[in-house]
């Protein structure tokens, strides 16, 4: 699908434009290469599937979309943010519009599942307006719909790994974000189980208009993808489009 096939898409300002981004690593006082000559534009509403063979660069471009690594040189304008030079309260400001999920859950140990979410929606003002009951209710029913309703009270350690990362996917989702990072969220997750999160990634974009892009090695849920963008050592070199 193109871009200007989404439904409102070709008079919206992309919320990511990326133009000639590199980035690259210092090892053993040699800089290695890691991303090249990067061009992408992800606009409301589309989603977003990064492949490629594992060191191709994927998660550091994932990382630098959410402003948790620092952008070297060209331009990354996200949620029409420059990143580039931005300073920390711009990235923090970023880093509250959007929502990351990543294979390492990062769930707070002394916290229940349910309050793991609740969390997710602590940092919008909007929520905390509406107080705790309201944060709550939302977190409890994101938990619902991803079949964790019977595991809220419970804390991490009692937690299967599937289940850890369907806690850490609904607080990324619970605040409706217009922006979602995803780094492999369906690979703990059973067939079903991660059917069942793409199609809330989708629900999100359609209705929320939010933008995915998400990086996957699962090629059953590829479907959901309005373009699939390959990176290979760094490079952009194909897009279907």
């Known amino acids: ?12 300002e992309p919320l990511i434009a990326v133009e000639h981004l590199n ?32 060191g191709s660069g994927k998660t550091t471009l994932l990382t630098m979309l959410g402003g948790l690594r620092a952008a070297q040189s060209g ?15 711009a ?7 959007a929502g990351f999920i990543f294979q390492a859950h990062n769930l707070l140990p002394y916290l229940s599942a349910l309050a793991n979410v609740r969390l997710g929606l602590e940092v919008h003002d ?12 939302r977190a409890a029913d994101v938990l619902t719909q991803l079949g964790m309703a019977d595991r809220a009270s419970y804390f991490p ?8 990362q369907r806690v850490a996917i609904a607080r990324a989702l619970a605040a409706s974000p217009r922006l979602l990072l995803a780094d492999e969220p369906t690979a703990a997750l059973d067939r079903e189980s991660g ?16 933008a995915i892009v998400m990086v996957t090695h699962d090629n059953k849920v590829l479907d959901i993808a309005d373009r699939i963008v390959n990176l290979e050592a760094g490079r952009l ?3 279907d489009s």
Do not use: C, Y
Not at 195 to 210: G, T
């Open 1 to 12: 699908m193109n871009v200007s096939d989404l439904p409102g898409s070709t008079a919206v």
């Open 23 to 54: 980035h690259s690593f210092v090892e053993a006082g040699i800089a290695k290469q890691v991303l090249s000559d990067i061009n992408l534009t992800v606009h409301p509403g589309e989603i977003v599937i990064l492949t490629g063979p594992s």
């Open 75 to 89: 331009s990354l304008r996200v949620l029409g943010q420059e990143l580039l030079q931005a300073e920390r309260p």
């Open 91 to 97: 990235l923090t400001r970023l880093r509250r519009q």
């Open 126 to 137: 909007q929520w905390l307006d509406r107080g705790q009951s309201a944060m709550d209710q």
């Open 157 to 164: 350690e009692k937690l299967s790994g599937g289940q850890k």
């Open 195 to 210: 059917r069942d999160v793409v199609d809330l990634f989708r629900r999100l974009s359609d209705q929320e208009r939010s």
């Open 237 to 239: 070199v194909a897009a």
